[in-house]
């Protein structure tokens, strides 16, 4: 899947441990470590620590400018990605939807909200040029 040798890494806060892990292996994601301040995730290929940091968790959360998340070059793994985000009843921020229709940039869109209120963007461009 992955065609570079290079590893993308993010910190993010989580206000409690057991719920970070049981969202992001609901997910799909691998738990590599786990330590009594943080856990570990290959999150899709790339790594993400979530940080036991209650205080840091933002109670209002918007779109933008703060999300991460995974732009699909497959749109069979977008669709198995929103397939098991409903089988398991993962919480939606927004539900999916089009974004640019019509346009070279045209891409098929969801997000997540983790328990920490972190925003995760799952994405599909038609146009593959326009992942970047």
């Not at 969202?23 to 940080?51: E, I, P």
């Not at 070059?73 to 397939?83: H, I, M, S, T, V």
């Amino acid at each position: 899947m992955r065609k570079t040798n290079k590893v993308f890494h993010l910190a993010i806060p989580c206000k409690e441990l057991d719920e970070t892990v049981d969202f992001y292996q609901k997910l799909g994601c691998k738990l590599a470590r786990r330590y009594d301040d943080r856990v570990t995730f290959d999150f899709f290929g790339d790594q993400v620590v979530c940080h036991l940091s209650p205080d840091s968790v933002d109670e209002n959360p918007k779109m933008y400018p703060r999300h991460y998340g995974i732009t699909f070059l497959d749109k069979g793994e977008y669709d198995q990605a929103l397939a098991l985000a409903l089988e398991e009843s993962l919480p939606f921020f927004k539900e999916p939807m089009v974004r640019f229709k019509g346009r070279q940039e045209e891409h098929m869109t969801f997000f997540l909200i983790d328990p920490a209120n972190n925003l995760l963007e799952f994405k599909y461009y038609h146009d593959a040029a326009m992942a970047y």
